[in-house]
Structures are given as structure tokens and as C-alpha cells.
């Protein structure tokens, strides 16, 4: 987890990790920086201290400790190099592959990182952490290779080679922002000895109707000073600013505590601590920090974080109930474990839902802090913490999240590669899902392309269009001038029609979709010219009788579905017979199968007037006795005769006027 930009001083003081001390007075010395939580100052006097020691097996320890103090920054690339190092100085622990794993994590190189985890357990079969850690790389990689909806750029305006984080809305229509930076002309000449860059001051910058951001501009030295400042928020009136503020001297570390300035215009009043700490035991020589404000919308809860105790471990997220002026009232109050973790859990944001969104370094995520969104479950509680995923979260860094009110945009803070350097302000957004319908009308028996065949689509949201296909047979609905035909959950019916064809009917949905889809359709339009006889599915009788089986009932669903969706023809339903049998009794039989296939349209809703039953018994083979005969074997004459059993209709007419309690289409009302 990077430490660096977690404010100046907004650290644990941390333990040296090798449980033993180095020896040496430089080694001391950055033993002391290293407690305090000064990790730039200790790597340098680390280093010194190791060009004087003689022993092998100290030298390995002073190595050590110098990744270690880059872990604690945060610089992954070179916590990694100087864990090999260790490694090659035969550093007896092996916990330094379990953190070589965690620094490849921590740059996204998951399959190394994998690898480096497999090597520690194997040297420390007894320690489950790396199960956990292996886990998350797994779950990372399956992320990366399915990404969120959500895009990401840098906010190019906004950063600066130095350290910028942070941002929050500092106006009423969110276009102008307040952020943290340590760029050169922050307050303070002094470097931090954390991360050896200069404190970091609150800056503003204005964005115009065209989106450019103004120069970001200090704050007055009301709110900056020499120490650091850091995260802040407004509240919905935009008057009220609560910051962060962390006071510097030299070689010592004082807590962080929350501040607030009244805004009038673009000046700031006196700031006002808030008095948040907890009376604290006389041996209890715990540094208490307390920073990273966020508040409601009904301004009566600030959330913030601190190492106070009564947490879940690291720094927590905490509330405080607020007054009419602003001010904290009674104690505050740890958010439970249902939020917090034993790591660290900072950043909070509380959006115009009232859900919260914070950041956390729990083991789980995808490398360095990572975003989570919390929901809103009552009156100041959350649950269900769900980690934000790919693109939002990477292996670097990423925190400081902020919605543009309901919108599902806004600004958050990453280390990831393709920023200026060191922390950048990112944007976030969700880009408009784009949907689209094209395709192409053919002659269902020739193949070719059918110009001029109406395409008309009707929307559920109401919307209705059509379009004739062009010389190539092919339709196109895209774009609608500024706006677009298919629209985000929506459904939608097409119907391709045109002279002397019957109709094809589809449908297609946007509902449900989670990205942008061009549905590609053919169609493929049956002729249906006067007196033209067109096959119909296979339709099953009873042995030598008339009545329909149920499975000729069934084939009878695609003429039954033909009339309905073509409600101007009437037809003549035709029932041949094989050319066996005399041919009174067949010409008798075929017109009785031919009547029941029509009762049996009349019965499910279709006019009596727009069907002719005809029995053309054996008059019109499709295949002949004299080709029968010459066929070699038994299965082939019966498939013929079969063949010849059929039924099958023909348009009589297309100008039928329908009646008004004609059957329905299929999947209406």
C-alpha cells in the first residue's frame, strides 16, 4: 500500500519489520525515521549505514529494511528490486517472496505475482496469507479481462509531475473543484521526510461551458501553511469547507486533524478545528490522525478516517454527528466491520444517495488501494461492500472517488501509468451505450435481394419507423439525426413486408444489454404470387381418416401464424394424396383433410371467408408413378409417396378488408 500520499504524517508509526535492530549509530538513526514514519529519510540513511557495515548478515538486514521503507511508500518497482536484493544477500526470512509477490501484484504482473506467492509457500508452508493474496491475483486478472462499463482518462489539466489527489466540488453546479497537490509552488520550503517531495496545499481550478480547466490556482494562506493539507469536502450550500490539516516541525510526527473555513465568494474564514480526538492515556504514545472529511447531503454527518482506538485494525472510517453550524456533536462513532477492515480504510465519500464509497488496501483487491462502494442500509449504516473493479481500480493506487451528483461520473485519484507522474486526478464515466439495426431482404427461394421492401420497427417506448431497403436489398438504422433509431432498454417489433411476398415478422431487445450491439438481420421473404402452391411443414392425419393428429396441429402453427401476420390474403388450403388407392376414394379423402385443416384455422380465430379447403386427391403428383417405378429400393418409393401426401396452400388474392375482431398477431395484445 503506498503510504506517501496519505497525507504527510497521516501514518502508522511502524514497527521495524525484522524485529531487530540495526546496529550502528546512521543505522539508529534510520531506525528512529523509519519508526517515525519518515520512509524517504530512512532509505537514504539505511543506505549510508550499509556502505559502512562489515557483517554479511547485518548488511542483508539493512537491505531489508530499505524495501521494507519502499513498501511503505509504496514504490512497488523498487520494493521489489530490493527484496531480490535481500534475497541475494541471503536474508534468512522468506517472507520477502510474499512481498516480491505483493510488489508484482501492486504493478499488475499477476502471473509473476502468482509465481512469487507459489515460492513462498513453499518456504513457509505454515502461512495462509499468501492463499489469500494468490486468490485476489486470480480474481484481478478476471477483471482486467472483463472490464466495467466505466471509462477512465487522466485530467490532464489538473496534474502535475508532483503528487495531485483528491478533488471535491467546490460549487453548486460541480464545475469547479478544490484538490490536493505538492506541486513546487505549495506553501513551505521544507521536504517531507516521508515522501521527499514538498507539502502539499489545497489548490482550485475552474472548468468553462467548454470543459477546460483554469490554471489551478492556492488556496489563501488562511487554509495553506507550512505543514500539510490535505483531503477536503464542501457542503451542499458550498459555504462550508472541511479539510485536512497536518502541522510540521522538524523530526516530529504530529496527528492530522480536521478543519473548517466558511467560504464567502472566493475568500475563506478563520479555520476552526474540530475537536474529534479522544482523551488519550499518558502512556498511550499512539500518534491519533484524524483526516479525509466527507459529509452528507443533509450536512448533519461528517465520515472520516483515523487510527483512534476502538477500530477494526488500521485506519478506520468513522461518523460524527453534526449541528446546525457544522460542528461535531457527542462522540464519534467506528462505522463496524461490516465497512471496516484490519487494513487500512480511508478516503470516504458519501453520495447525494447516501451510499458510501471509500478506499481500502484489504488483501482482495487488485494491488495497492483499490475503490469500494458501500450501500446505504439505514440511518448511518452501510453494507454489502463491493470492490469497484476494472477500469476504476488498477494495480496502482486508486482512492478519492467523487460522484457529479447522480450522474455516473466524476473524478478520482490513481498512481496507474499514463498520468503526469506520481498521483494524478482522473475522470470517470459511463459513455452512452450505442445500438444500432441493419441487415438485408431476400427472396426466400431465389436468394436474391429484394429492393424496395418496407422495414417498419415499432418501439415499447412508442417510438415507430420504417424505411424501404435499398438497390442491394439492405436497411440501415442507425442514427436519427443527433439522436439513434435502437435506444437503451428498450423492445422493439419489425416487420418486413413487400408486394407479392409474405410478411416476415421479428423481434429484438436492448433491455438487459450491458454494451453497445449492431443487430445484422436477413430476412428472407417467402413470394407468394397468385396461385403459386408453397410447402407447409409435414401435416400428420389419423390412418386413412381426415382428423388431425396433435402433431398436425402443430405443423399447422406456421400457416395459422402466415394469416395472422398477413391479414389481407385469402388463401386456398390444398391436401393431396399418394397415387395409390382408387381416385374417388383419394379425391374424397384429400377434401376432407383439406376442410379439417381449414375448421381447425376457423377454431383458433381465423375468418371462415379468407380460406378455401380443395382436395386435388392424386391429380397433382409432385413426383410420378412412372419415376416411382424406377426407384431400386422399398424407402425410397415410400419417401416419394410421401411427398406426394401433402398439403399446401396458395394466395388467391391480397386485397381482403380484415374484420375488427380478427385473430391477433403473435406476442400482441
Same mark, same amino acid.
Given at each position: ?150 471509462? =477512465?482518462?487522466? *485530467?490532464?489539466?489538473? /496534474? ?6 483528491? %478533488?471535491? +466540488?467546490?460549487? @453548486? &453546479? $460541480? ?41 489551478? =490556482?492556492?488556496? *489563501?494562506?488562511?487554509? /495553506? ?6 483531503? %477536503?469536502? +464542501?457542503?451542499? @450550500? &458550498? $459555504? ?430
Amino acid at each position: 500500500m503506498s503510504m506517501r500520499k496519505f497525507l504527510t504524517c497521516f501514518t502508522f508509526i511502524l514497527a521495524c519489520a525484522s524485529g531487530v535492530l540495526a546496529q550502528g549509530k546512521q543505522a539508529e538513526e534510520a531506525d528512529v525515521a523509519f519508526q517515525k514514519g519518515f520512509f524517504f529519510n530512512a532509505i537514504e540513511l539505511y543506505k549510508k549505514a550499509y556502505t559502512t557495515e562489515k557483517k554479511a548478515s547485518e548488511k542483508a538486514v539493512l537491505i531489508f529494511k530499505v524495501a521494507e521503507a519502499y513498501r511503505a511508500l509504496g514504490d512497488a518497482p523498487n520494493a521489489e528490486v530490493w527484496y531480490e536484493k535481500a534475497n541475494k544477500a541471503q536474508y534468512p526470512d522468506p517472507i520477502t517472496y510474499y512481498y516480491i509477490g505483493e510488489a508484482l501484484k501492486d504493478q499488475g504482473k499477476y502471473a509473476e505475482a502468482i509465481a512469487a506467492y507459489n515460492k513462498y509457500k513453499e518456504k513457509n508452508p505454515g502461512d495462509t496469507r499468501a492463499d489469500a493474496s494468490l486468490a485476489s491475483c486470480q480474481q484481478a486478472q478476471a477483471w482486467k479481462d472483463a472490464p466495467t462499463r466505466y471509462k =477512465v482518462d487522466p *485530467e490532464v489539466l489538473l /496534474n502535475s509531475p508532483q503528487y495531485d489527489f483528491s %478533488a471535491t +466540488f467546490s460549487d @453548486k &453546479r $460541480n464545475s469547479d473543484v478544490v484538490f490536493v497537490s505538492s506541486r513546487p509552488a505549495s506553501t513551505g520550503t521544507e521536504t517531507d521526510g516521508i515522501a521527499g517531495e514538498s507539502f502539499t496545499d489545497l489548490y482550485a481550478s475552474s472548468r468553462d461551458k467548454l470543459g477546460k480547466w483554469s490554471e489551478p =490556482v492556492r488556496l *489563501e494562506p488562511t487554509i /495553506n501553511t507550512a505543514g500539510a493539507e490535505g483531503p %477536503a469536502v +464542501f457542503n451542499e @450550500k &458550498r $459555504n462550508m469547507m472541511y479539510f485536512t490539516r497536518c502541522p510540521h516541525e522538524k523530526k516530529k510526527a504530529f496527528g492530522c486533524d480536521i478543519w473548517v473555513s466558511k467560504k464567502v465568494g472566493n475568500n475563506y474564514s478563520e479555520p476552526v478545528m474540530l475537536p474529534l480526538k479522544p482523551q488519550q492515556d499518558k502512556k498511550d504514545t499512539t500518534t491519533i490522525t484524524i483526516g479525509h472529511p466527507a459529509i452528507s447531503k443533509d450536512g448533519a454527518m461528517l465520515v472520516f478516517s483515523s487510527n483512534m482506538k476502538g477500530g477494526q485494525g488500521g485506519k478506520d472510517l468513522w461518523k460524527v454527528s453534526l449541528d446546525k453550524n457544522g460542528m461535531p456533536m457527542g462522540q464519534a462513532a467506528n462505522l463496524g466491520k461490516e465497512v471496516n477492515s484490519p487494513k487500512d480504510d480511508m478516503f470516504p465519500f458519501l453520495r447525494e444517495n447516501g451510499d458510501l464509497y471509500f478506499a481500502s488496501n484489504v488483501i482482495g483487491g487488485m494491488g495497492g488501494m483499490d475503490i469500494y462502494h458501500a450501500a446505504k442500509t439505514g440511518e448511518g449504516t452501510w453494507g454489502h461492500v463491493e470492490n469497484m473493479k476494472y477500469p476504476l481500480n488498477s494495480s496502482g493506487d486508486d482512492f478519492s472517488i467523487i460522484f457529479d451528483g447522480n450522474e455516473e461520473r466524476g473524478f478520482f485519484t490513481s498512481n496507474r501509468p499514463g498520468g503526469k507522474g506520481e498521483d494524478d486526478i482522473w475522470r470517470f464515466y459511463v459513455p452512452d451505450m450505442v445500438f444500432a439495426l441493419q441487415g438485408v431482404a431476400k427472396d426466400k427461394v431465389t436468394g436474391n435481394p429484394l429492393p424496395g421492401t418496407k422495414i417498419e420497427v415499432v418501439g415499447t417506448d412508442g417510438s415507430n419507423f420504417s424505411a424501404l431497403t435499398d438497390e442491394n436489398g439492405g436497411f440501415n438504422f442507425e442514427e436519427n439525426g443527433k439522436d439513434r433509431y435502437i435506444k437503451e432498454n428498450t423492445s422493439y417489433t419489425i416487420r418486413a413486408s413487400k408486394d407479392e411476398y409474405l410478411v416476415v415478422n421479428d423481434q429484438i431487445t436492448t433491455v438487459g444489454l450491458k454494451e453497445s450491439t449492431t443487430f445484422v438481420k436477413e430476412y428472407l421473404l417467402q413470394p407468394a404470387a397468385k396461385n403459386v402452391a408453397i410447402a407447409l411443414p409435414e401435416v400428420l392425419f389419423e390412418l386413412d381418416k381426415a382428423s388431425l393428429t396433435p402433431q398436425g396441429k402443430d405443423s399447422l402453427q406456421t400457416l395459422y401464424n402466415t394469416l395472422v401476420e398477413n391479414p389481407t390474403i385469402v388463401i386456398e388450403l390444398a391436401a393431396h394424396t399418394d397415387t395409390r388407392g382408387s381416385d374417388k376414394y383419394n379425391l374424397n379423402l384429400s377434401q376432407n383433410r383439406a376442410q379439417s385443416c381449414v375448421n381447425y384455422l376457423i377454431s383458433k380465430g381465423i375468418d371462415p371467408a379468407r380460406m378455401v379447403a380443395k382436395g386435388y386427391g392424386e391429380t397433382r403428383p409432385k413426383i410420378t408413378d412412372a419415376e416411382i417405378a424406377k426407384m431400386a429400393t422399398t424407402e425410397e418409393k415410400e419417401a416419394a409417396h410421401q411427398k406426394n401426401r401433402r398439403v399446401e396452400f396458395s394466395v388467391k388474392s391480397f386485397d381482403f378488408v380484415p374484420k375488427a375482431n380478427e385473430a391477433p398477431a403473435p406476442g400482441s395484445n
